[in-house]
T-cell receptor
């Protein structure tokens, strides 16, 4: 099983550029989410989805869009990149069952100059 | 809103010794789930242990165990017989039992195991 696959692993953007971080899981998980990790801040939830066609905002949604057209895919879009979005981004999924843990992708390191 | 606090940004421990990482949380719910995740330098996030709030018995996984104090809203992780491979960031996480399924993370504790 591939688990949760994130692409790309590294990305450098200029301020104002847009891009999409891809996330796919092959475990038939209902729940998918995006986090950003910054030093001293832990992991902060950006957006999440409890199933295809359903998305909701997390703690830090500004500047990011998501959609969930299929169970497998949950892309994260940066509409106009800013230096404050320099971070490591993680996609994670779970079955949504009570004590089910999150399964994480390997992360994307994004630098915005 | 639920919050998770890890008050120890960095810790170190000698190889083969025992170390305890602290985590407190704030919630008005009675039923919830708690997790500890490990992030080694490879950046991969690895589940270490989980605890259901309705279970009084503390969870254990080999050298890892928790001290869950529900009334105090405390969920500490004890690592016994520390190994060099335990060097990592450790994150505590809280999860609702219903509705949104959101997982809330603490800021992490960087643990260094010394040879």
């Amino acid at each position: 099983n591939a688990g949760v696959t994130q692409t790309p692993k590294f990305q450098v953007l200029k301020t104002g550029q847009s891009m999409t971080l891809q996330c796919a899981q092959d475990m038939n998980h209902e729940y998918m989410s995006w986090y950003r990790q910054d030093p001293g801040m832990g992991l902060r939830l950006i957006h999440y989805s409890v199933g295809a066609g359903i998305t909701d905002q997390g703690e830090v949604p500004n500047g990011y869009n998501v959609s969930r057209s299929t169970t497998e895919d949950f892309p994260l879009r940066l509409l106009s990149a800013a230096p404050s979005q320099t971070s490591v981004y993680f996609c994670a999924s779970s079955t949504g069952g009570d004590n089910s843990p999150l399964h994480f992708g390997n992360g994307t390191r994004l630098t915005v100059t | 809103a639920q919050t998770v606090t890890q008050s120890q940004p960095e810790m170190s421990v000698q190889e083969a010794e025992t170390v305890t990482l602290s985590c407190t949380y704030d919630t008005s719910e009675n039923n919830y789930y708690l997790f500890w995740y490990k992030q080694p330098p490879s950046r991969q996030m690895i589940l270490v242990i989980r605890q259901e709030a309705y279970k009084q018995q503390n969870a254990t996984e080999n050298r890892f165990s928790v001290n869950f104090q529900k009334a105090a809203k405390s969920f500490s992780l004890k690592i016994s017989d520390s190994q060099l491979g335990d060097t990592a960031m450790y994150f505590c996480a809280f999860r609702h039992t219903s509705g949104t399924y959101k997982y809330i993370f603490g800021t992490g504790t960087r643990l260094k195991v010394l040879a």
